[in-house]
Structure formats: C-alpha cells, structure tokens
C-alpha cells in the first residue's frame, strides 16, 4: 500500500483568553478550553497507481486529512504509513516522495519568485540537482506540465491561474514523488480549464506512475479520476466504495443526499433536493450518528448510538444503523 492510516485523528484546542486562565489559576472555575476534533478515527488505505477520492462539505476534515498525510501537521492519535514508512517517525528528507497540490494557486507560490526559482528551490535545497543542472531541469518540468521553457523568466503574476496551477504541479514534480495529495486542485479554476488540469493529473499518473489522494467536493471531478470514493462526514469516514458503486449504488442516507444534490445537466425535469439542515458545529456534534439530525430515515438508535463501519458488499463500507437493522 502506498497510504494505510490507522485510526487517525486531529484535534485543535482553542487557547484560553487571560481573564479564563487566571481565573482558573486562582481557583475561581473559569471558562475550559474548547476542543474541535477535525479528524476521528479515519482508517484509509491508498494502493500504489491508485486515485482515492476524498469528498464532503466544507469542514469535514478533509483537507485536514491531506495535511496530516503530507506530513504538514502532526496527528493527535493514530498512525500514518506512506510507502512502507511510519512518517511520524521518519525524517523530513525522507518523505520527500509524498508532494502537495494546494487549492489556491495565487497563493501557494511565491509572487517574488521567478518561476525556474519556484520550481528548482526544493530540489536544489535537497541536492537533487546542482545550480549547473537546474536550468535544464526547469525546462523539463515546464515541458511535462504543458508550458513553455521560455516562461521559467516570468513572475507568478504574469500567469493565468490554471497557468499558475502547472507551474504548482511541476513545483511538486521537482522531488519525483510517487504520491501526490491534490486539495481542491482544480476548484478555483474555470470548468474548461478545470478539465485540462485534471487530464493533466491522469497523463502524469500514466507516466509517471503516480498515486493521488484526491480531496475535492465537486463529485463530477471526483467521479472522472477517481478509482475509489471515500465520503466523508464530520471527520469520520461514513462511506468507502469503488466509484462506480459509490454513483450507482450509494448506501449511506448522506452519500445519497451528496449526488441528489449535484448538478445535473436535465434539472428541468428531475426535482433538485438539496441535503436538509444545517452542518452541526464540530464544536458540538451530535451524539449517535452525526448525520442524524439531517437524515430523512433517521431512527431512534441512531440518536444515542454510533453506527459501526462494516463491509455491506465487497469492497463496499459504511457506517449506517440501516444496514444492521435490515439484516436483523
């Protein structure tokens, strides 16, 4: 496997104001601090040369999950495994084979770089290449993401912004990484040159050989690259299939809401049913099954009651009490 979490988990404690901490410190109660758990328990497995889709609303941990693996944020508990390495045990210089495709491509680059100094800094900082060779290396890299060599002169503000998303990807490139987290990669570009960049991604997969964890709440993009979909909800992993059950055969009352919900091109005819309800605050999930207050088939164990995550067909998971009780 190239990517095996083990019950991986994040969570942020807000800091205390300092009336609330000297308070405390004087015995006098005082306001505790508040814990927002991002990520719970998530077990998830990536083969080599696979494309896991990540999917769910914004603020369900998702990209959280992404920094976690990339190795940008240290996990609360749980374990990480890339490419046969623990990475809360490796060094940095080892993990260089995992890379990270950020949403915003105005802002994941340095506006006071030049591009052949964006693309070559990390690989010439880890002696990958020498100052001599680095020309030449920028040039290839701009080749493989569909640029111009000519461009490696320019400043990040002179690009359009799926321009500005090539010289990301070739900037992550620049390492030779075997896995690759896109977040939200393409959501801040046009459609038309959304599909560019993501024919780009599986053009450098084929190549490349590369495996994608592909975090992204657009599920037609997810639905076109991805192998397998993992939805998620609330920091939780509640659904977990190859795509095509996932879009044909949807099992989780969330998961159902998610693609009724979509865009669809015949709108005119098919009634839009977007989810009901609100997203809960992390900082106060529900108890049971977190979806349950939205849930349309929610019953009275789903309130008191966490839903197991069990295989309902081969290769397919979920976490709903639905399953269980249909089998009673």
């Known amino acids: 496997m190239m990517l095996n979490t083990n019950a991986l988990s994040k969570s942020f404690s807000a800091k205390r104001s300092v009336i609330s901490r000297a308070t ?15 990520v719970n328990e998530v077990s998830l497995s990536v083969a080599q040369g696979e494309v896991m889709g990540l999917v769910g609303e914004s603020g369900c941990g998702k990209s959280t999950v992404g920094r976690l693996v990339a190795g940008l944020l240290p996990p609360t508990a749980g374990s990480i495994t890339v490419n046969g390495r623990d990475i809360g045990k490796a060094d940095v210089r080892n993990h260089l084979d995992t890379q990270m495709v950020f949403q915003n491509p105005y802002a994941s680059v340095n506006p006071r770089q030049r591009v052949a100094e964006i693309i070559s800094e990390a ?7 020498t100052k001599k060779e680095a020309p030449q290396f920028v040039r290839d890299l701009l080749r493989q993401v569909g640029l111009d060599p000519s461009y490696a002169s320019r400043f990040p503000h002179q690009f359009s912004g799926g321009q500005r998303q090539r010289i990301a990807i070739a900037r992550a490139l620049s390492l030779n990484p075997k896995f690759i987290i896109c977040d939200e990669a393409v959501s801040a570009l046009d459609v038309s040159v959304q599909a560019q960049i993501l024919n780009l991604f599986m053009d450098l997969r084929d190549s490349k050989g590369l495996t994608y964890l592909f975090i992204s709440h657009n599920l037609a993009v997810v639905e076109y690259v991805a192998d397998r979909v993992a939805i998620m909800y609330l920091g939780r992993i509640i659904e977990l299939a190859d795509t095509t059950d996932i879009f044909v055969r949807a099992n989780h009352p969330y998961t159902q809401a998610l693609i009724a919900d979509a865009p669809r091109l015949d709108a005119r005819v098919v009634e839009h049913r977007p989810i009901q309800g609100e997203l809960p605050s992390p900082l106060n999930p529900p108890c049971g099954c977190t979806f349950h207050p939205r849930c349309p088939r929610a019953m009275p164990v789903c309130n008191v009651e966490r839903p197991e995550f069990i295989e309902i067909a ?3 998971w979920s976490a709903c009490h639905l399953n269980t009780q249909m089998a009673v």
């Open 123 to 129: 690989a010439l900082f880890h002696g990958l290449v």
């Open 314 to 316: 081969p290769r397919h």
């Open 24 to 38: 405390g410190a004087l015995g006098l109660g005082g306001t505790p601090p508040v814990t927002v758990y991002a």
